[in-house]
C-alpha cells in the first residue's frame, strides 16, 4: 500500500454502505479510494443469521442497483455468477435470506482490492500544509500506518444498546439479541428465557427458540416475550408507505424544522420498527400448532410492558422487574436466560477528537448533517448510518444506501455523475 499517496477518498468502516460506496466508486478509475475496517474480515450480524432470517427490503435494494442497476455489483449478477439466477426468480421471493445478503456482500469485497482489514482507526488530524487528513490506523499485527485523504466517510456503523443497569450487568445469560448465536449452546441447560424488545430481531429470536424447542431433548419449560409495544405489530408494507422510503420523502423531511422532525419520528414506528408479516404469520402458527398439541411449552407474550430492573443473585438466578404501562404497575419474573433485543445506537468515534472542531454538532452532541451528508463546511467528511435526526427513518435502511453514497459522490466530483428520479411519489408531502 502506498502510504505517501492523497487518496481522494478513505473510507473508515466497511459495512454495507461503505461497501455499496466502494463499489459505486469502482466505476471511476480516476478516483482514488481506500477503506479500512477493524475486524479481520466481513461479517454482516453473524450473531443473528439463523437460516430462515430475512431481509426486511427488496433483493433490488441491494448494494448499487438503485444508483446504477448497470453495475456488475449488482445481486442479479451475483445470482447469475453463482448459478442461481433461475432457482432465485422461480421461487418468487422478494427478500433474501442474511445469509445470502452476507454471502453477496462477501462476494463484492472479493473484487475489490481497496479495501483492508484488521486496521483500527486511531486518530485523525487535519494536514493544514497538504490541505488533507491524515489518518493514523493501528494494523493487526500491532504496527501503526499513517495515510491520506481528501475525503472522509465515515461508516463505523452502530454498537449494541442496552439498558443502563443491564450493560453493568456481568452475566454470561444477559447479553444483547446480537450475540444471540454466539450464546445459543448455553441454551440446553436453561428451563425459562425471557426476551426483551419489539423489532425484527425480538421475534427472529423467539420464533428460533420456538423451534428449537421441538426438539425432544430441549429442557426448555418456558419463552417469555416482553414488549413496551401495544401489540406486536407488523412493519407497514402498504404501497404508500413504501413511498416514504424515496428522495422525495427525504428532500420533504430534511427541510423540516427539527422540532417537527421530532414529532414525525416519534410517530413512524411502524414504517421501520415493526416484524415482517410472514415471521409474525410463522410465529402465530407454530404457537397455534403448539397449543393444538398441547405442547408442555409455556409461552407468555406480554405487551404494554416496560424493561425497569435486572437483579442477579449469586451469579445465577436472574429477577427482571417491569412495569405494565396500561395497567400501572410493576411485575417480577425470573429468567434463567435474559435476551434483550433492544437495538442499536450511533456513537461518536474517538478517533475525531483531534479534528472535532471543524465538524457541525447539533445542541444534543449528534451530527449536524448536510443534505449531502457531510458533516462540515468543506464537504470534507461525510457520515453513514447517522443522519437519523437529519434525513428521518430511511438513515439505516440497506435500500437507501445507494442512494446516500450517489450523493457523496456526485459531492466529491462537483458535478452529477448519478441522476436521482424526481417527483415518483403519488402522494405530496
Known amino acids: ?14 459495512g454495507p454502505f461503505n461497501l455499496g460506496l466502494a463499489a459505486l466508486a469502482k466505476n471511476f478509475p480516476n478516483l482514488n479510494t481506500k477503506f479500512f475496517d477493524r475486524n479481520a474480515s466481513f461479517n ?6 439463523m437460516p430462515e432470517t430475512r431481509l426486511q427490503v427488496p433483493f433490488f435494494a441491494d448494494l448499487v442497483t438503485p444508483a446504477d442497476p448497470t453495475s456488475r455489483f449488482t445481486y442479479m449478477n451475483f445470482l447469475k455468477t453463482k448459478g442461481r439466477f433461475f432457482r432465485f426468480g422461480i ?35 487535519f494536514n493544514s500544509q497538504k490541505d488533507c487528513y491524515d489518518l493514523y490506523f493501528r494494523g493487526a499485527d500491532g504496527h501503526s500506518y499513517l495515510f491520506h485523504g481528501k475525503k472522509i466517510v465515515i461508516g463505523v456503523g452502530t454498537v449494541p444498546s442496552m439498558p443502563e443497569c443491564v450493560a453493568d450487568c456481568d452475566h454470561d445469560l444477559v447479553f444483547h439479541s446480537s450475540n444471540y448465536l454466539f450464546k445459543k449452546e448455553m441454551l440446553s441447560g436453561q428451563k425459562h428465557i425471557l426476551i426483551v424488545g419489539s423489532g425484527q430481531s425480538a421475534a427472529e429470536i423467539f420464533y428460533d427458540l420456538l423451534q428449537h424447542t421441538s426438539n425432544s431433548s430441549s429442557v426448555i419449560e418456558s419463552i417469555s416475550w416482553f414488549t413496551r409495544a401495544e ?51 410463522a410465529i402465530y402458527q407454530r404457537l ?8 408442555r411449552l409455556k409461552v407468555n407474550i406480554q405487551t404494554n410492558t416496560e424493561f ?8 445465577s438466578k436472574i429477577n427482571l422487574l417491569f412495569y405494565h404501562l396500561t395497567k400501572e404497575q410493576f411485575c417480577e419474573y425470573p429468567a434463567d436466560m435474559a435476551i434483550f433485543a433492544t437495538g442499536y445506537k450511533n456513537v461518536i468515534p474517538e478517533f475525531l477528537n483531534p479534528v472535532r472542531a471543524l465538524i457541525q ?4 452532541g449528534n451530527y449536524d448533517a448536510n443534505k449531502n451528508y457531510s458533516v462540515d463546511a468543506n464537504d470534507s467528511v461525510f457520515v453513514q448510518n447517522a443522519d437519523l435526526q437529519s434525513h ?8 437507501m444506501g445507494p442512494l446516500r453514497n450517489a450523493a457523496i459522490l456526485n459531492t466529491i466530483f462537483g458535478n452529477e455523475q448519478f441522476t436521482f428520479e424526481k417527483n415518483v411519489t403519488f402522494q405530496h408531502f
Request: aromatic share 14%.
Open 288 to 295: 397455534y400448532l403448539n397449543a393444538l398439541h398441547d405442547s
Open 91 to 125: 421461487q418468487e421471493n422478494n427478500f433474501i435470506t442474511r445469509f445470502e445478503y452476507n454471502e453477496y456482500c462477501q462476494w463484492v469485497i472479493s473484487q475489490l482490492p481497496n479495501l483492508h482489514f484488521g486496521f483500527t482507526c486511531e486518530a485523525i488530524h
Open 308 to 315: 425497569d430492573q435486572i437483579r442477579v443473585e449469586n451469579q
Open 231 to 281: 401489540y406486536i405489530f407488523p412493519m407497514d408494507g402498504s404501497k404508500f408507505a413504501f413511498e416514504l422510503t424515496s428522495p422525495d420523502y427525504i428532500d420533504y423531511f430534511y427541510n423540516l424544522p427539527d422540532t417537527i422532525k421530532q414529532k414525525l419520528q416519534s410517530a413512524q414506528n411502524r414504517l421501520y420498527k415493526g416484524v415482517n408479516k410472514e415471521l409474525i404469520d
Open 44 to 49: 454482516w450480524h453473524p450473531g443473528l443469521l
Open 392 to 399: 428521518g427513518f430511511n438513515s439505516a435502511d440497506l435500500g
Open 1 to 14: 500500500m502506498n502510504k505517501q499517496m492523497i487518496h481522494d477518498l478513505v473510507g473508515i468502516g466497511i
Open 361 to 364: 454538532w447539533k445542541e444534543d
